[in-house]
């Protein structure tokens, strides 16, 4: 994404500036938006909103049917591991409320203690039919990808790319900054 105006601000809390906003525009979906030149909100992920009460303080939205949510989840590191535990058993990113005892308490376990990945290759495979074979999510790729930095940050043309591992140890810092 390429834009003319300096993005002050990667929080829509706080930023306020052209640039923040056409980036907030851009990646941020809203509950409502208003199309140009109209006063009234149309919806986006919302089907429906209103105030719940007389104050005009405390906004009730329905979120639309079909919609997909992640908490923030990338693969921080090339394991196996780092693409399963995350999104399976209690507190997963995804709250969806899936169990399996047999993937939860042995198998990602099992994966997680095993100091030869290697070695962990089975159990992998079996995690891999248990979901097929249950099909507990159908993964959505999303490929939009954006680091926002500072003029004297460096290296973030080479930390994304299309297999979404972040290489933090790309990123640098210039002298002065």
């Not at 990646?27 to 208003?34: E, K, N």
């Not at 994966?111 to 507990?136: K, L, W, Y």
């Not at 973030?156 to 972040?166: A, I, M, R």
Request: glycine share 8%; net charge negative.
């Amino acid at each position: 994404m390429g834009m003319s105006d300096e993005v002050l601000a990667t929080d829509p809390a706080s930023g306020h500036d052209p640039g923040s906003w056409l980036l907030f525009n851009d990646v941020f979906q809203s509950l409502l938006s208003f199309p140009k030149g109209s006063t009234t909100p149309r919806p986006e992920a919302a089907e429906r909103c209103s105030f719940k009460d007389g104050t005009s303080r405390v906004y009730s939205c329905t979120l639309r049917d079909g919609l997909a949510f992640s908490k923030g989840w990338v693969p921080d590191y090339p394991d196996p591991d780092n693409f399963v535990a995350p999104f399976f058993g209690a507190g997963n990113v995804l709250s969806n409320h899936y169990t399996s005892p047999r993937l939860t308490a042995q198998l990602i376990p099992a994966t997680a203690e095993q100091p030869s990945r290697e070695a962990a290759v089975g159990d992998f495979q079996r995690i891999q039919d248990i979901i097929a074979d249950q099909v507990p999510m159908l993964p959505l790729w999303q490929g939009k990808q954006y680091a926002v930095a500072q003029d004297d940050i460096t290296g973030l043309q080479w930390t994304l790319d299309s297999s979404t591992v972040f290489r933090l140890w790309e990123i640098g810092k210039t002298s002065g900054g």
